[in-house]
């Protein structure tokens, strides 16, 4: 089985541009993450999904951030528009719905993203 | 609100010695679970174990094996026989039952020496 795909894998953007990265949850995964990884805060969540639904949103990513899953297989992630605090990997993650035995997050090789 | 804090932030060991990782959370849920994942120099982040907190046995998976101590809201990961490959960034992290994402610790970078 493939597992999660994000596209690009890198991108650059100007500040106040705006971006959107993709991602593809492994095969009949009900719930997608959107994560921030940086050096100084780790790994913040900015949005779940569970089959479609917005289950949480990151509360300090509301304002230029949107998530959406577009279908149970794809979901996009915008900013807009960008800054250059920004700047980070954003990780994409699915994994079966809660309670489920295997309830395991499996992790996107994720999008470095760079704001100039 | 759930908390991970994982307060190693580096460990340096040598070859085929065991290490040990410390991670507690904050959790109001009195069923949760817990992972550790790896995340390698390329970036990638891999599962490595779990301990459902229904469960009194400690989880064991090849090298890896966890200390969950329940009164304590503790996980350790626990490494042993380390391998240079093991050299790597450790997370702890902890999902709710009640439907919330899972949320991480800042990790702890693992150095393996020969």
């Known amino acids: 089985d493939a597992g999660v795909t994000q596209t690009p894998r890198h991108e650059v953007a100007e500040k106040g541009q705006t971006i959107i990265l993709k991602c593809e949850p492994v095969s009949g995964h009900n719930d997608l993450f959107w994560y921030r990884q940086t050096k100084i805060q780790g790994l913040e969540l900015l949005s779940y999904f569970r089959s479609k639904s917005l289950m949480e949103d990151g509360g300090a990513f509301k304002d230029r951030f949107k998530a959406e899953m577009l279908n149970s297989s794809f979901s996009t992630l915008k900013i807009q528009p960008t800054e250059p605090k920004d700047s980070a990997v954003y990780l994409c993650?699915?994994?079966?719905?809660?309670?489920?035995?295997?309830?395991?997050?499996?992790f996107g090789a994720g999008t470095r993203l760079s704001v100039l | 609100a759930q908390k991970v804090t994982q307060t190693q932030t580096s460990i340096s060991v040598m070859e085929k010695t065991t290490v040990t990782m410390d991670c507690v959370y904050e959790?109001?849920?009195?069923?949760?679970?817990l992972f550790w994942y790896k995340q390698t120099a390329s970036g990638e982040i891999v599962f490595l174990i779990r301990?459902?907190?229904?469960?009194?046995e400690n989880a064991t998976e090849g090298h890896y094996s966890l200390n969950f101590q329940k009164p304590k809201s503790s996980i350790g990961l626990i490494i042993t026989a380390t391998q240079i490959e093991d050299s790597a960034v450790y997370f702890c992290a902890m999902r709710e039952f009640n439907n919330n994402a899972p949320r991480f610790g800042a990790g702890t970078k693992l150095s393996v020496k020969p």
């Open positions: 993650a699915s994994s079966l719905a809660m309670g489920a035995s295997q309830n395991t997050l499996y």
């Open positions: 959790t109001r849920d009195s069923s949760y679970f």
């Open positions: 301990q459902d907190s229904y469960k009194k």
